[in-house]
């Protein structure tokens, strides 16, 4: 049974481009979650999903990002324009109902 | 809003040594979970074990097992028999139950595990 998959594993762009982070969730979650991971922070919950629609957006930084969830087995976390504090990595994650979630491998992001 | 503080940033056992990984967490809520995920330098992040606050006994899974303490909101890991697989970041979690669906993770800044051979 696949897990959380994300891509790509690593990505480095230049300021001010735009980023898009993929995620596919487990078959039949249906929730998703994205997080954002920094020395300086920690873990943060961005935004979450439940049945393809935005439950809480609160954790998303500013209008830069955002996030969609077109069906139930795909999902982008899209920046735009990108800063070098957005350097980071980024989890996606899923679960069913009330089961514990679990997460991709991350997507490490790098802006120069 | 929850918060999650793991207040040790650094610990180093011996292989085979006991290891309790403290932390503490703060919400007026009375029905959550707390769960203990670890991060080996790979990054994946790895669920250890769950505790359901509503539930008196303590979880356990094999070698990892759980002191929940709901009065003085505290939630500790041990664990026993360590091997150096066991190193790594790890994480205490809070998550509200919130009508039988799920909800986000309220995260501490994690304790980083050394074990020593």
């Known amino acids: 049974d696949a897990g959380v998959i994300q891509s790509p594993r690593h990505e480095v762009t230049e300021m001010g481009q735009e980023v898009t982070l993929r995620c596919k969730p487990i078959?039949?979650?249906?929730?998703l979650f994205w997080y954002r991971q920094t020395m300086m922070r920690g873990l943060e919950l961005l935004i979450y999903?439940?049945?393809?629609?935005?439950?809480?957006d609160s954790g998303m930084p500013e209008d830069r990002f955002s996030a969609k969830m077109p069906n139930a087995s795909f999902s982008t976390l899209k920046i735009q324009p990108s800063e070098p504090r957005d350097s980071a990595v980024y989890f996606c994650?899923?679960?069913?109902?009330?089961?514990?979630?679990?997460f991709g491998d991350g997507t490490r992001l790098s802006i120069l | 809003a929850q918060t999650v503080t793991q207040s040790q940033p650094e610990m180093s056992v011996q292989e085979a040594e006991t290891v309790t990984l403290s932390c503490t967490y703060d919400?007026?809520?009375?029905?959550?979970?707390l769960f203990w995920y670890k991060q080996p330098p790979s990054r994946q992040m790895i669920l250890v074990i769950r505790q359901e606050a509503y539930k008196q006994q303590n979880a356990t899974e094999n070698r990892f097992s759980v002191n929940f303490q709901k009065a003085a909101k505290s939630f500790s890991l041990k664990i026993s028999d360590s091997q150096l697989g066991d190193t790594a970041m790890y994480f205490c979690?809070?998550?509200?139950?919130?009508?039988?669906?799920?909800?986000?993770?309220?995260f501490g800044k994690g304790t980083h595990l050394i074990i020593q051979p």
């Open positions: 919400t007026s809520e009375n029905n959550y979970y």
């Open positions: 979690a809070y998550s509200l139950v919130s009508g039988g669906g799920a909800d986000g993770l309220t």
């Open positions: 078959s039949g979650h249906d929730y």
């Open positions: 999903f439940n049945n393809n629609v935005p439950i809480d």
């Open positions: 994650a899923s679960c069913r109902d009330n089961q514990p979630q679990h």
